[in-house]
């Protein structure tokens, strides 16, 4: 038997005593560390007992922290960046602690200039949207930086009721708010109109944008009297990286990889050798055309593994001449290999019954470029210049090869387009500072070009490869130029009385925009006079790489396309404002009066077509904005406002092109577009980096701009470009936020309904057996909802944080329903792209010494994109073709993932 010694019971009873004991001496201190000007919760911040650092907590994504301490009284050291330290005292026992921090200041003759940059966080994004007289989103750098997005079209489809179209590598370029197509909204940088590389139209690719040079990104959905009027959908505004109040410097450098080209080769061809001009730009209209006149540099293939795609990046912000002159400096380049493929479904069945199918192999290398520069100066007594430059230089090389049953295409493309703006802003108080003068002088530039875009054809019979004898090969050179001077100008001036303040304000601007669109297109033939049969040229025989082909062109190249015209645009507007705040109401309204005069002029006219013409017309556009606070974190807005859509600068001009199956033409008795639009909106702020809003909105659009069928003189009919009617664009949305200690909650839904009725054609088996045709055509009114609208949008992100061990993540969902993609001119013939789920991720991780890694990676899921016929009569019965919910399919894509790595560096 084991033998115990008699002090054991004694030890036991004092271990079972000092036990008893422990949660007598020790407690919980809980509490939140906010912001002492803006009450934003400070994630990330340091909370320690005082005497034993090491019993201490890090504040989560709430701001929150819970610290064991003894059971008397003592005290905290409260530490975030950028702030003052704070010791708080606590008294004895549990206790729940609410910790202001000031920002650490310094006074500058008049000005006191605090610290950290408040402006690009959470919670100046939900004051923003809070205590705006419209209804506006708002996303911060800080929810951007955390994103998986890299550029500010994937971070804009994150918000509520925006929907993308995606170009053909599958990321997002043109944003789509509220089912109103990209053409209904506009794009702005800090505040300014900017213009765009589209040959044809003002809308404006997201995707050169990178996103981590904005400060926050707001999407405007009702507009305001001072705001330009030609937005129903809406406006999109990039806040770029303003001056900091503290140094600022920052730097990341990343590498990553397509998954498509994990598994196949990326092919690739000299963009270098591309020569920039076409012949006859070089030589002159009438120069006579050889084939020795172009080069063939740019026509050989390689094919290999591709590189490591890379992305870089950095920027640098600090206040000199004792804090006068703010420079925020800020650059990002990215140069990215991507792959994709495309499977399009014909309507027609081979002999063995199967479908035919083109297989498409997309090879693309994207190079974007961003330099941002910022200047601001403060002058004594309330005045202020600022001068802001940016320059966006996007371009891709891409190869895509298609490969059908009896014939391949092959079409080398090298696009390039850059942005450039340049803004001088002056801000001048008076009068105690309830006088106000605002003034800016804009100028942009926008340049698109697309030289030597080669597609070569070939026939395969037998598994022998020739070229086209018809049309071996085109070659085109297009490149477009916009150019807008503006000026803005605004006064304002605040009354108050009691409780009640007054804001009148008054303002104008005018702009000039200058516009020229260039198209050549030459047609060869193979042609190799050594052979007995000059025409057949045999792969593998005659040539092996697409540089040895011998070719002969036509003498002349097609100069009469109308892509080749000029087009002008001069606004100028002026607006009356005026703002009351009374107690718990707010009420704002306005008139905007906005005149355009809109020409062009048609470099070479056919058929008659007149070589110039013009538009022009005045709106009144008034807008009401009504809201009441509910309570003190609630309020309840309501808005109207009219606004207006233009033509494009392509669809007035009297352009008329010849296709297969159509004759299609401009119209230059087209008229604008004009909408009301209504938002109801409740929103909530719980805290202030929290929110839930749910809003209802309708639009009427009256003349809304859409292709339909139009008969002609004679037996002609035209798609054109035509006014219908009314449209009705009306639904809802669901916002919410909400950040608990170590995870947060995002979430977004909006159902979107419209309808537009558009002239379609029908075409009918023909009752009369003598006539020389077996079909007639008629044709009749469809009704439809608008292009490119989706019915559901769903995006959900959930943020983990461990603040203790600097641990950052974020996984995103989002789902697009389907949506019209394309208008067709049959009935029941659109195209519609089925509904589309994307799952993205992102993870970083906190090292000493201002350091840090991450990860992000995109379409996780490698969904693919479905373009489909709904179901319908013509072909319901037809056997042997791809299915989707009894429609047709047309087309399946598919982009691979996306995966980046890499480090940051942060200055602390």
């Given at each position: 038997?084991?033998h115990?010694?008699?002090?054991?019971?004694?030890?036991?009873?004092?271990?079972?005593?000092?036990l008893?004991h422990?949660?007598?001496?020790?407690?919980?201190?809980?509490?939140?560390?906010?912001?002492?000007?803006t009450?934003?919760a400070?994630v990330g911040?340091?909370?320690?007992?005082?005497?034993?650092?090491?019993r201490?907590?890090?504040c989560?994504l709430?701001?929150?922290?819970a610290?064991?301490?003894?059971?008397?009284?003592?005290?905290?050291?409260?530490?975030?960046?950028?702030?003052?330290?704070?010791?708080?005292a606590f008294?004895?026992?549990?206790?729940e602690?609410?910790?202001?921090?000031?920002?650490?200041?310094?006074?500058?003759?008049?000005?006191?200039v605090?610290?950290?940059?408040?402006?690009?966080?959470?919670?100046?994004?939900?004051?923003?949207?809070?205590n705006?007289?419209n209804?506006?989103?708002?996303?911060?750098?800080?929810?951007i930086?955390l994103?998986?997005?890299?550029?500010?079209a994937?971070?804009?489809?994150?918000?509520?009721?925006?929907?993308?179209?995606?170009?053909s590598?599958g990321?997002?370029?043109?944003?789509?708010?509220?089912?109103?197509?990209?053409?209904?909204?506009?794009?702005?940088?800090n505040?300014?109109?900017?213009?765009?590389?589209?040959?044809k139209?003002?809308?404006?690719?997201?995707?050169?944008?990178p996103?981590e040079?904005?400060?926050?990104?707001?999407?405007?959905?009702?507009?305001t009297?001072?705001?330009?009027?030609?937005?129903?959908g809406?406006?999109?505004?990039?806040?770029?990286?303003?001056a900091?109040?503290?140094?600022?410097?920052?730097?990341?450098?990343?590498?990553?990889?397509?998954?498509?080209?994990l598994?196949?080769?990326?092919?690739?061809?000299?963009?270098?050798?591309?020569?920039?001009?076409?012949?006859?730009?070089?030589?002159?209209?009438s120069?006579?055309?050889?084939a020795k006149?172009?080069?063939?540099?740019?026509?050989?293939?390689?094919?290999?593994?591709?590189a490591?795609?890379?992305?870089g990046?950095v920027?640098?912000?600090?206040?000199?001449?004792?804090?006068?002159?703010?420079?925020?400096?800020?650059?990002s380049?990215?140069?990215?290999y991507?792959g994709?493929?495309?499977?399009?479904?014909?309507?027609?069945?081979?002999?063995?019954?199967?479908?035919?199918?083109?297989?498409?192999?997309?090879?693309?290398?994207?190079t974007r470029l961003?330099?941002?520069?910022?200047?601001d100066?403060r002058?004594?007594?309330?005045?202020?210049?600022?001068?802001?430059?940016?320059?966006?230089?996007?371009?891709?090389?891409?190869?895509?090869?298609?490969?059908a049953?009896?014939?391949?295409?092959?079409?080398?493309?090298?696009?390039?387009?850059t942005?450039?703006?340049?803004?001088?802003?002056?801000?001048?108080?008076?009068?105690?500072?309830?006088?106000?003068f605002?003034?800016?002088?804009?100028?942009g530039?926008?340049?698109?070009?697309?030289?030597?875009?080669?597609?070569?054809?070939?026939?395969?019979?037998?598994?022998?490869?020739?070229?086209?004898q018809?049309?071996?090969?085109t070659?085109?050179?297009?490149?477009?130029?916009?150019k807008?001077k503006?000026?803005?100008?605004?006064?304002q001036?605040?009354?108050?009385?009691?409780?009640?303040?007054l804001?009148?304000?008054?303002?104008?601007?005018?702009?000039d925009?200058?516009?020229?669109?260039?198209?050549?297109?030459?047609?060869?033939k193979?042609?190799?006079?050594?052979?007995?049969?000059?025409?057949e040229?045999?792969?593998?025989?005659h040539?092996s790489?697409?540089d040895e082909i011998?070719?002969e062109?036509n003498?002349?190249?097609?100069?009469?396309?109308?892509?080749?015209?000029?087009?002008?645009?001069?606004?100028?507007?002026?607006?009356?404002?005026?703002?009351?705040?009374?107690?718990?109401?707010?009420?704002?309204?306005?008139?905007h009066?906005e005149?355009?005069s809109?020409g062009y002029?048609?470099?070479?006219?056919?058929?008659?077509?007149?070589?110039?013409?013009?538009?022009?017309?005045?709106?009144?556009?008034?807008?009401v904005?009504?809201?009441?606070?509910?309570?003190k974190?609630?309020?309840?807005r309501?808005?109207?406002?009219?606004?207006?859509n233009?033509?494009?600068?392509?669809?007035?001009?009297?352009?008329?092109m010849?296709?297969?199956?159509?004759k299609?033409?401009g119209?230059?008795?087209?008229?604008?577009?004009?909408?009301?639009?209504?938002?109801?909106?409740?929103?909530?702020?719980?805290?202030?980096?929290?929110q839930?809003?749910?809003?209802?909105?309708?639009k009427k659009?009256?003349?809304?701009?859409?292709?339909?069928?139009?008969?002609?003189?004679?037996?002609?009919?035209y798609?054109?470009?035509?006014?219908?009617?009314s449209?009705?664009?009306?639904?809802?949305?669901?916002?919410?936020?909400k950040?608990?200690?170590?995870?947060g909650?995002?979430?977004?839904?909006?159902?979107?309904?419209?309808?537009?009725?558009?002239?379609?054609?029908?075409?009918?088996?023909?009752?009369?057996?003598s006539?020389?045709t077996?079909?007639?055509?008629?044709?009749?009114?469809?009704?439809?909802?608008?292009?490119?609208?989706?019915?559901?949008?769903?995006?959900v992100?959930?943020?983990?944080?461990?603040?203790?061990y600097?641990?950052?993540?974020q996984?995103?969902f989002s789902?697009?329903?389907?949506?019209?993609?394309?208008?067709?001119?049959y009935?029941?013939?659109?195209?519609?792209?089925?509904?589309?789920?994307?799952?993205?991720?992102?993870?970083?991780?906190q090292?000493?010494?201002?350091?840090?890694?991450?990860?992000?990676?995109?379409?996780?899921?490698n969904?693919?994109m479905?373009?489909?016929?709904?179901?319908?009569?013509?072909?319901?019965n037809?056997?042997?073709?791809?299915?989707?919910?009894?429609?047709?399919?047309?087309?399946k894509?598919r982009?691979?993932?996306?995966?980046f790595?890499?480090?940051?560096?942060?200055?602390?």
């Amino acid at each position: 038997m084991r033998h115990i010694s008699p002090r054991t019971p004694a030890a036991l009873a004092a271990a079972a005593l000092l036990l008893a004991h422990l949660p007598l001496t020790a407690a919980t201190v809980r509490g939140i560390v906010q912001d002492a000007a803006t009450g934003e919760a400070l994630v990330g911040a340091t909370v320690a007992l005082k005497g034993d650092p090491a019993r201490g907590a890090v504040c989560g994504l709430n701001g929150r922290f819970a610290v064991s301490a003894p059971l008397s009284a003592g005290a905290l050291v409260v530490r975030y960046m950028g702030y003052r330290a704070k010791e708080v005292a606590f008294e004895g026992g549990s206790a729940e602690l609410a910790v202001s921090l000031e920002p650490e200041s310094r006074d500058v003759g008049e000005v006191v200039v605090y610290g950290d940059n408040a402006r690009n966080t959470e919670v100046s994004a939900r004051s923003i949207e809070k205590n705006a007289i419209n209804v506006i989103n708002v996303m911060s750098a800080k929810a951007i930086e955390l994103s998986p997005d890299v550029t500010v079209a994937s971070a804009i489809q994150r918000m509520s009721g925006v929907t993308m179209e995606r170009n053909s590598s599958g990321d997002g370029q043109y944003a789509i708010l509220r089912g109103m197509d990209k053409r209904f909204s506009y794009t702005l940088v800090n505040g300014v109109k900017i213009p765009s590389p589209d040959n044809k139209n003002r809308f404006v690719p997201l995707d050169i944008f990178p996103a981590e040079l904005l400060d926050r990104l707001e999407v405007t959905k009702a507009l305001t009297a001072d705001m330009e009027a030609d937005g129903i959908g809406g406006a999109v505004n990039m806040v770029m990286k303003d001056a900091p109040s503290q140094r600022l410097l920052t730097a990341h450098l990343s590498g990553g990889a397509n998954s498509q080209l994990l598994s196949r080769s990326y092919r690739s061809f000299d963009a270098g050798a591309i020569n920039r001009a076409s012949p006859n730009e070089k030589y002159g209209l009438s120069y006579p055309i050889r084939a020795k006149d172009f080069t063939t540099g740019n026509l050989r293939l390689s094919a290999g593994n591709a590189a490591p795609s890379v992305a870089g990046g950095v920027a640098w912000g600090d206040r000199v001449f004792r804090d006068r002159l703010g420079v925020m400096l800020a650059g990002s380049y990215a140069n990215e290999y991507r792959g994709s493929t495309s499977d399009m479904y014909g309507n027609a069945t081979l002999a063995d019954g199967q479908q035919q199918i083109t297989k498409r192999y997309f090879s693309t290398r994207q190079t974007r470029l961003g330099a941002h520069a910022k200047l601001d100066y403060r002058l004594p007594k309330g005045h202020k210049l600022m001068w802001y430059n940016a320059y966006m230089d996007f371009s891709s090389a891409q190869v895509r090869d298609a490969q059908a049953f009896d014939t391949q295409t092959l079409r080398l493309r090298w696009n390039h387009q850059t942005i450039f703006s340049s803004t001088l802003k002056g801000m001048h108080c008076f009068a105690d500072e309830k006088l106000r003068f605002d003034w800016s002088l804009a100028y942009g530039a926008a340049f698109n070009e697309t030289p030597d875009n080669v597609q070569i054809n070939e026939h395969v019979i037998n598994q022998i490869v020739t070229i086209d004898q018809n049309t071996g090969a085109t070659r085109r050179w297009e490149h477009n130029a916009d150019k807008d001077k503006v000026g803005y100008a605004s006064w304002q001036y605040s009354i108050a009385a009691g409780e009640a303040t007054l804001l009148l304000a008054a303002g104008g601007m005018y702009r000039d925009k200058v516009r020229d669109s260039y198209f050549n297109e030459y047609t060869f033939k193979p042609y190799d006079e050594s052979l007995a049969n000059p025409r057949e040229l045999i792969k593998g025989v005659h040539w092996s790489n697409f540089d040895e082909i011998c070719f002969e062109v036509n003498a002349h190249g097609n100069l009469s396309d109308p892509l080749n015209y000029d087009a002008t645009e001069r606004v100028s507007a002026g607006y009356l404002l005026g703002n009351l705040t009374a107690g718990k109401w707010r009420l704002a309204a306005g008139l905007h009066v906005e005149h355009t005069s809109q020409g062009y002029f048609l470099k070479f006219p056919v058929d008659g077509a007149q070589s110039e013409g013009s538009q022009r017309y005045a709106d009144y556009l008034p807008d009401v904005h009504v809201s009441r606070q509910l309570h003190k974190n609630a309020k309840l807005r309501f808005s109207y406002v009219k606004a207006i859509n233009r033509p494009s600068f392509f669809e007035i001009v009297p352009y008329s092109m010849i296709h297969e199956e159509y004759k299609e033409r401009g119209n230059p008795e087209l008229k604008h577009t004009v909408a009301d639009n209504f938002d109801l909106r409740y929103e909530y702020f719980p805290r202030p980096s929290e929110q839930l809003m749910l809003g209802l909105f309708y639009k009427k659009i009256d003349d809304p701009i859409e292709f339909g069928m139009m008969s002609g003189f004679g037996q002609d009919t035209y798609y054109m470009p035509m006014n219908f009617g009314s449209a009705h664009n009306y639904g809802f949305e669901v916002d919410a936020m909400k950040y608990f200690s170590w995870f947060g909650l995002k979430a977004n839904y909006t159902f979107t309904g419209s309808n537009i009725t558009t002239v379609k054609m029908r075409v009918l088996p023909n009752p009369d057996p003598s006539a020389e045709t077996n079909y007639i055509t008629e044709y009749v009114n469809q009704a439809r909802p608008l292009f490119g609208q989706a019915k559901h949008v769903v995006n959900v992100s959930l943020l983990v944080k461990e603040a203790k061990y600097g641990w950052d993540g974020q996984l995103a969902f989002s789902y697009t329903g389907d949506r019209l993609c394309i208008v067709s001119r049959y009935l029941n013939e659109d195209r519609w792209q089925a509904g589309y789920i994307r799952l993205d991720a992102s993870l970083e991780k906190q090292l000493r010494f201002g350091l840090a890694i991450f990860a992000k990676a995109t379409n996780l899921l490698n969904t693919q994109m479905l373009q489909y016929v709904k179901a319908n009569e013509s072909s319901k019965n037809v056997a042997g073709l791809e299915r989707y919910r009894g429609g047709i399919v047309e087309r399946k894509e598919r982009y691979g993932q996306v995966f980046f790595a890499g480090i940051k560096y942060k200055l602390q």
